[in-house]
């Protein structure tokens, strides 16, 4: 034989994904046709059977290393849940043997099961950990203020429970709105749910607290100072999300908005006052030189923004 079969074994996978020469095409065809150990090489090579079969014990290896990881999660979950069960135990006894009954007893289950939802759910569900972890988390920090309230005979659980759902959807909406199950059915609308959600919450929240203080005297206010806010916060997404301006132009555009909506919230302060000045609490509110400075910068970087984006579209052309 011309060649040696070493040379021709480094030249075989470039002649069998033909990217090789003519010229080495030629040379391994000749060699193949005088050894037989090369043309079996060779066709070891184009059998796609062992590919898969190392596909398949990739897969296998890969399903068997989580099967064994999931359960030491489980395991080490039971343990963790043993141990939380200990003080529990240790405080129904407590409680019965003073003759107290079954009444701080709830409290301490409940902070347990706080704790709990953080730990021993991440390491006890298969799927979906974040989702249902955080959900655990929200009911039972609900439970434990609705327990503490029920033990108390106080009537501040829902000022309590809407501030606190509030504060978590804040929190944890970004995160869950991104993964599994919830980001299979919010698609390409995450940041539109996530500012439902931080409104829905918000309203929830102030509707309790109107409710708590009452109605008369907090909602005059409550209406005048929130709703601007709020629909400043949606015009800021709205702009930033939606327009298709570049980011001098939205930022031109957010002022201007935040000036209009600061005119409404002077609107707005005329009925607020009348009623919080019976409370003795201050209030102020913008003034029409302030709104109109304010609406006249944004104009200002809107425009700058608009011309830069009408002079660089103008270049890209010209380039075309």
């Given at each position: ?6 040379l021709i074994s480094?030249l075989?996978?470039l ?5 090789c020469s003519e010229?080495?095409k030629?040379i ?5 046709a ?5 043309k079996?090489m060779?066709a070891?090579m184009s ?5 898969e079969?190392?596909?398949?014990e990739?897969?296998e290896?890969i399903n068997?290393q989580?099967?064994f990881?999931k359960r030491?999660?489980?395991?080490a979950g039971?343990i963790i849940a043993?141990i939380?069960?200990i003080?529990?135990?240790v405080?129904?006894?407590v409680n019965?043997a003073t003759?107290?009954?079954?009444t ?5 289950l409940?902070?347990?099961?706080v704790?709990a939802s953080l730990?021993i759910?991440p390491?006890?569900v ?12 929200t009911?039972s920090v609900l439970l434990?203020?609705?327990i503490i309230a029920i033990?108390?005979?106080?009537s501040?659980f ?21 993964r599994r199950?919830v980001n ?7 940041g ?8 829905v919450?918000f309203?929830?929240?102030m509707f309790c607290?109107?409710l708590?203080?009452g109605m008369k005297t907090?909602?005059?206010m ?10 400043m ?8 999300r939606?327009?298709?301006f ?8 957010c002022?201007?908005s ?7 919230l002077s609107?707005l302060?005329g009925?607020?006052?009348?009623v919080v000045s019976n409370?003795?609490?201050?209030y102020?509110?913008?003034?029409l ?15 700058i923004?608009?011309?830069?984006g009408?002079f660089?579209g103008?270049?890209?052309n010209?380039?075309?």
């Amino acid at each position: 034989m011309k060649y040696n079969c070493d040379l021709i074994s480094d030249l075989l996978p470039l002649y069998k994904d033909d990217i090789c020469s003519e010229v080495t095409k030629k040379i391994v065809e000749e060699h193949l046709a005088e050894c037989p150990e090369c043309k079996k090489m060779l066709a070891d090579m184009s059998d796609v059977t062992i590919d898969e079969k190392i596909v398949k014990e990739k897969d296998e290896v890969i399903n068997s290393q989580a099967k064994f990881f999931k359960r030491k999660s489980a395991f080490a979950g039971s343990i963790i849940a043993l141990i939380f069960s200990i003080p529990i135990l240790v405080c129904l006894i407590v409680n019965l043997a003073t003759g107290a009954g079954l009444t701080w007893f709830f409290i301490v289950l409940a902070g347990i099961l706080v704790a709990a939802s953080l730990i021993i759910v991440p390491l006890m569900v298969p799927e979906n950990k974040m989702f249902t972890t955080m959900a655990a988390f929200t009911g039972s920090v609900l439970l434990l203020l609705g327990i503490i309230a029920i033990y108390t005979r106080g009537s501040w659980f829902l000022v309590a429970a809407s501030s606190t759902l509030f504060g978590l959807t804040m929190l944890f909406a970004p995160f869950i709105a991104f993964r599994r199950p919830v980001n299979a059915y919010l698609k390409n609308h995450k940041g539109l749910a996530i500012m439902s959600a931080y409104t829905v919450t918000f309203a929830f929240m102030m509707f309790c607290i109107g409710l708590y203080t009452g109605m008369k005297t907090f909602a005059p206010m409550a209406f005048a100072i929130a709703m601007p806010l709020v629909a400043m916060c949606w015009a800021f997404f709205a702009i930033i999300r939606y327009l298709r301006f570049n980011a001098c132009t939205k930022v031109g555009l957010c002022i201007i908005s935040s000036g209009i909506l600061s005119g409404v919230l002077s609107m707005l302060a005329g009925n607020a006052e009348k009623v919080v000045s019976n409370t003795g609490v201050s209030y102020s509110t913008p003034t029409l030189p302030l709104m109109l400075s304010i609406c006249g910068v944004g104009i200002l970087i809107a425009g700058i923004g608009f011309l830069i984006g009408m002079f660089k579209g103008g270049k890209k052309n010209e380039n075309k």
